[in-house]
Nanobody, 116 residues
Framework: QVQLVESGGGLVQPGGSLRLSCAGS????????KSWYRQAPGKERELVAI????????NYADSVKGRFTISSDSAKNTVYLHMNSLKPEDTAVYYC?????????WGQGTQVTVSS
């Protein structure tokens, strides 16, 4: 059974940092592209960062470039999102996504709130 469990969200002041984790089980982690999305209240879900399926190439939304870093550890079946210099507009529920041509898995989401 495929399962993705996210952790690491919380309340942080502007300028602060957080690291989100997404631990996967029930599938071969390295065979999938890995990404983080977020959804703010009243807004559509948007792609934040992605690691390509075979190349490992990363890409980021313009709004987070230079502040966020996506990484993965295949030995731990875990993908991370390191978030620095957080801004109030980064407040959202963050979701990890694991995807291949045949499958599409989502975590349950973790709340990130940036506020003083």
């Amino acid at each position: 059974q495929v399962q993705l469990v996210e952790s690491g969200g919380g309340l942080v002041q502007p300028g602060g940092s957080l690291r989100l984790s997404c631990a996967g089980s029930g599938f071969t982690f390295s065979n999938y592209g890995k990404s983080w999305y977020r959804q703010a209240p009243g807004k559509e879900r948007e792609l934040v960062a992605i690691i390509a399926r075979f190349t490992g190439r990363t890409n980021y939304a313009d709004s987070v470039k230079g502040r966020f870093t996506i990484s993965s550890d295949s030995a731990k079946n875990t993908v991370y999102l390191h978030m620095n210099s957080l801004k109030p507009e980064d407040t959202a529920v963050y979701y990890c996504n694991i995807r291949s041509p045949d499958a599409d898995y989502w975590g349950q989401g973790t709340q990130v709130t940036v506020s003083s």
